[in-house]
């Protein structure tokens, strides 16, 4: 079962910072977050992912509570090209027996 | 650098019958994950090779089969087709060093069987 919850779906104007939330209550101490997004019929592309400090690149940001119960994934200005639907999940990158489990995600809509 | 590559990108099959699905990793990359997808289910994890071993596997029937080359290619093949085995296959590549394990995902096979 995957171990995150998302909101179903969420919308966002284009050109505004799109905050995606992700609950990981039961997240371990060496578990990793990870976000990736899926436009229509494609495969999933990988985003961003972080252990317990904030991290940024070139496509967005993450932000992980200092609890690491929870994070955020920041779109800083949501395009049009950013529809789709985001998946947060946590793995521990040694443990081959989990894989990525991916849950339902969020449906982010940017509207024009 | 080259991503992950699958084929064929599209497939029509109808019950019964086999299919054998191809994944190319990014160079470099050892570990080949695949995954099937489904408007119900979701994304569902089927197996991972590494190394040509299969070194992981999901709750999928003995109809789901894979393997993997010396080059790290790797294959899946599913036999006896069935009408639910319409599904888009997603095969993703990681280096399989332990460290963090970000998979690559390819565009996909998606297959249809009548």
């Known amino acids: 079962d995957a171990k995150t919850t998302q909101p179903t779906s969420m919308d966002c104007a284009e050109g505004r910072a799109a905050n995606l939330p992700c609950n990981h209550s039961?997240?371990?101490?060496?578990?990793?977050v990870y976000w990736y997004r899926q436009i229509h019929s494609q495969g999933p592309q990988y985003i961003i992912h972080g252990l317990k400090n904030n991290e940024t690149n070139e496509m967005a940001s993450l932000i992980i509570t200092e609890d690491r119960k929870s994070s955020t994934l920041i779109l800083p200005h949501a395009t049009l090209r950013d529809t789709a639907v985001y998946y947060c999940?946590?793995?521990?990158?040694?443990?081959?027996?989990?894989?990525?489990?991916f849950g339902p995600g969020t449906r982010l809509s940017v509207l024009p | 650098k080259a991503g992950v590559t699958q084929t064929p990108r599209y497939l029509i099959k109808t019950r019964g019958q086999q299919v054998t699905l191809s994944c190319s990793p990014i160079?470099?990359?050892?570990?080949v994950s695949w995954y099937q997808q489904t408007p119900g289910q979701g994304l569902q994890f089927l197996f991972e090779y590494f190394s040509e071993t299969q070194r992981n596997k999901g709750n999928f029937p003995g109809r789901f089969s894979g393997r993997q080359f010396s080059n790290s290619r790797s294959e899946m093949n599913v036999s006896t087709l069935e009408l639910g085995d319409s599904a888009l296959y997603l095969c993703?590549?990681?280096?399989?060093?332990?460290?963090?394990?970000?998979?690559?995902f390819g565009p996909g096979t998606r297959l249809l069987v009548l």
């Open positions: 039961t997240i371990s101490g060496n578990e990793y």
């Open positions: 999940i946590v793995r521990v990158p040694r443990d081959y027996g989990q894989n990525f489990v």
């Open positions: 160079s470099g990359h050892r570990s």
């Open positions: 993703a590549s990681s280096l399989g060093d332990g460290r963090a394990e970000t998979q690559y």
